[in-house]
């Protein structure tokens, strides 16, 4: 496809939404346009997917249904906005991709890697990010900041509320995502601050919309 997937990555709290808005705006000074969305999400289907999904509930949600609920949404985000905006040769920022499924329901909750593949590769006829940048921060430093949020009154979520060891996991599986990818996964120093770490980021979109000719 001629347009570019750039996908952010982490544990939550880490800045991925901050780093999502100062790549979009650099973007745009730069004369360029993107999309930009997230996941879970991203479409009217997929959003009423993320409600299921992230709202705190009693029951359990079997880990089966959570890889296929977020499965779900990202097919209906692929037909509906990723296909056709890399069809037309667009950018596409997406916060969040295929690499949380492996390393949420993968590395955190004991889900099979091959099974989390092959259903997302089902979802997306196999597509995969040109792109992605991992941004990366110890648990309780990601905690911290997640808690100034709190603060300002925006309530954590299903996912978010696991306990500390879960998030642990999940790290060193993007940890390992990135050592087995190391062309498309950029592992980035997330303690940094955010205008630093956009600096970083930059270098390597730069480089890759440069490739595809769109810089
Ligand atoms: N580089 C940074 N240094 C210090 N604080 C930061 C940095 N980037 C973001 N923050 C702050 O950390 C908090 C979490 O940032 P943000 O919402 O971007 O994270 P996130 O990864 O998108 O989280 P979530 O996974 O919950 O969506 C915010 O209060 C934000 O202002
Ligand atoms: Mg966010």
Redesign the pocket.
């Known amino acids: 496809m001629k347009g570019v997937l750039i996908t952010l990555e982490?544990?939550?709290?880490?800045?991925?939404?901050?780093?999502?808005r100062l790549l979009e705006q650099r973007l745009r000074e730069t004369g360029l346009t993107c999309i930009v969305t997230r996941e879970p999400g991203g479409t009217a289907i997929g959003e009423e997917v993320r409600q299921l999904l992230l709202k705190m509930r009693e029951e359990e949600m079997a880990l089966e249904t959570e890889i296929l609920l977020y499965a779900a949404a990202r097919a209906q985000l692929y037909k509906e906005l990723l296909r056709p905006a890399l069809e037309a040769g667009k950018i596409v920022l997406c916060?969040r991709f295929i690499d949380s499924s492996l390393a949420y329901q993968g590395y955190g909750c004991g889900g099979d890697l091959n099974y989390i593949k092959k259903v997302n590769a089902g979802a997306t006829e196999k597509l995969s990010p040109d792109l992605t940048l991992l941004?990366d921060l110890a648990p309780q430093e990601?905690r911290q900041?997640?808690g100034?949020?709190d603060q300002k009154s925006e309530v954590s979520d299903r996912i978010?509320n696991r306990p500390e060891d879960f998030h642990y996991r999940v790290r060193e599986g993007y940890l390992k995502l990135a050592a087995a990818n190391p062309v498309r996964i950029k592992l980035l120093d997330?303690?940094?601050?955010?205008v630093l770490?956009l600096e970083k980021s930059w270098v390597f979109v730069k480089e890759l919309l440069e490739k595809k000719e769109l810089l």
């Open positions: 982490g544990i939550d709290g880490v800045g991925k939404s901050t780093q999502h916060d941004f990601a900041r997640r100034n949020i978010e997330a303690s940094l601050p955010a770490l």
